[in-house]
């Protein structure tokens, strides 16, 4: 099993582009989400999934989206980056509420 | 509002010695607290749990205490090792639609 996969792992935007990161799994998880991490901070979420289908914002979701087409799949998308999104992006993936499981991480700078 | 968080920023200890890493929390209500341990440039990696029911779990070399009546929570760590250098978290079940919110973070420096 390749757990939790992210790509890419590193990208450079400028003001005003757009992106969108991907995250996969293996586990067969209902759950999927996306977390930021900011220096010396801990992890806020952005936006969750409990299911295919289906998507849900979390404490941080403004100038994000998220589509959740297939179960394994969880997109986050940046439609129009700002310098305040420069941050390492985590995905995250569980079988119930509660244990999640981490990808490598992406880091974004946004210039 | 609700929040998990942390005393120490930052603990260094000698190698072979045990570790303890403290956690408080403010939502009465949680009844799930996982430690996180996250190495420089990767995701955060589980390593214990404990619910509400129990005060103390215990893993290989890690222990978690759950003190409810206080709110906090600890992570010891026996025998520490070079390898436990990292920053470790606490996250509970919180008030964010059941989702886990994370305190944030201890770095914990294991001295040879």
């Known amino acids: 099993n390749a757990g939790v996969t992210q790509t890419p792992k590193f990208r450079v935007l400028k003001t005003g582009q757009s992106m969108t990161l991907l995250c996969a799994q293996d586990?067969?998880?209902?759950?999927m989400y996306w977390y930021r991490q900011d220096p010396g901070m801990g992890l806020r979420l952005i936006h969750y999934?409990?299911?295919?289908?289906?998507?849900a914002k979390g404490e941080v979701p403004d100038g994000y989206n998220v589509s959740r087409l297939k179960k394994q799949n969880f997109l986050l998308g940046l439609e129009s980056a700002a310098p305040s999104q420069t941050s390492v992006y985590f995905c995250a993936s569980s079988y119930s509420q509660e244990t999640q499981y981490f990808g490598p991480g992406t880091r974004l700078l946004v210039l | 509002g609700e929040s998990v968080g942390l005393h120490l920023p930052t603990l260094s200890v000698q190698e072979g010695d045990n570790s303890i890493i403290n956690c408080a929390y403010s939502?009465?209500?949680?009844?799930?607290f996982i430690w996180y341990k996250q190495e420089s440039g990767k995701g955060p990696q589980f390593i214990i749990d404990?619910?509400?029911?129990?005060d103390k779990r215990q893993g290989q070399r890690v222990t978690v205490l759950l003190n409810k009546t206080v709110k906090h929570l600890s992570l010891q760590i026996a025998a520490t090792q070079p390898g436990d250098s990292a920053v470790y978290f606490c996250a509970e079940i919180g008030n964010a639609g059941n989702m886990l919110t994370f305190g944030g973070g201890t770095r914990l420096m294991v001295k040879p």
């Open positions: 999934s409990v299911g295919e289908g289906t998507t």
């Open positions: 404990i619910r509400s029911n129990m």
């Open positions: 939502n009465s209500a949680s009844d799930y």
């Open positions: 586990m067969n998880h209902e759950y």
